[in-house]
């Protein structure tokens, strides 16, 4: 189910599958700024910060919010050794399942944690002390699914940060535009654009969506992305068939 290329077509389950995850990481992003006032997908957000807190000769503020994007990074090696390790060539059944069910879980305990008051007042100034297990979770979660998401497509789609994706669009557009291409290859780059302004389309969406259910129910929030994560896992396994595990190296 997870394992396709951008630049061919798949039935439109997979595309929905994809736009979903698009959808929870938008959730996900708006609930981390809503609670804390960080956007927990953006590790270039938290190396700014720490170059702030170097200038103002804050060592241990600047390691404090840097070890921060590591959990974003420690996701994304969990999630490789899942679907690409040793572990992925031992498995029975879809290599991705687990990673979503990971995701599901660590959303679900944010849901409940916050519920019962450990990272502090939602929607409160970010103080590092009540919120790093906070953005811990939700840099771990976006980790697991961005690098899945990106095993799976063969590295041409991200679904937990825009910049890359809109990058590509621009200049898939001036391919299309002004790059010659005909035939199967002005079909394909179509394609692929389309994909990616979809994909803008459903992070968006899903911000707006968690605007909503995080003003209602604050913490509880980010019961609905969790139970995203949950179905995607569900799929994956369903997929299992379909998605048997091709050993990277050929």
Avoid at 157 to 164: D, E, F, N, S, Y
């Amino acid at each position: 189910m997870f394992d396709h290329s951008i630049h061919k077509s798949a039935p439109k389950r997979v595309y929905f599958d994809w736009f979903l995850l698009a959808f929870l990481a938008g959730h996900v992003n708006v609930g981390g700024y809503l609670a804390c006032h960080r956007f927990v997908t953006h590790v270039t957000g938290f190396a700014t910060l720490a170059g702030i807190e170097f200038y103002h000769f804050n060592l241990l503020g600047a390691l404090a919010v840097l070890s921060v994007p590591a959990y974003f990074f420690a996701g994304v090696v969990i999630s490789g050794y899942l679907t690409e390790g040793n572990f992925a060539r031992k498995i029975q059944g879809n290599r991705f399942a687990p990673v979503m069910g990971l995701v599901a879980g660590m959303l679900a305990a944010v849901a409940i944690l916050g519920w019962f008051n450990v990272f502090g007042q939602f929607g409160a100034p970010a103080e590092l002390g009540n919120d790093y297990l906070l953005l811990a979770l939700l840099c771990g979660a976006s980790g697991l699914q961005n690098a899945a998401i990106t095993s799976a497509s063969g590295s041409t789609v991200r679904t937990t940060h825009l910049t890359g994706l809109t990058t590509d669009m621009g200049l898939g557009l001036v391919r299309l535009v002004w790059g010659g291409l005909d035939g199967p290859h002005r079909e394909n780059e179509f394609r692929a654009n389309k994909l990616r302004a979809a994909t803008i389309l459903a992070f968006i969406a899903g911000g707006a969506a968690g605007t909503f259910s995080y003003m209602w129910f604050s913490y509880l929030g980010f019961l609905l992305p969790a139970g995203i994560a949950l179905y995607i896992s569900h799929e994956a396994k369903q997929g299992k068939k379909a998605d048997a595990y091709v050993d990277p190296s050929g």
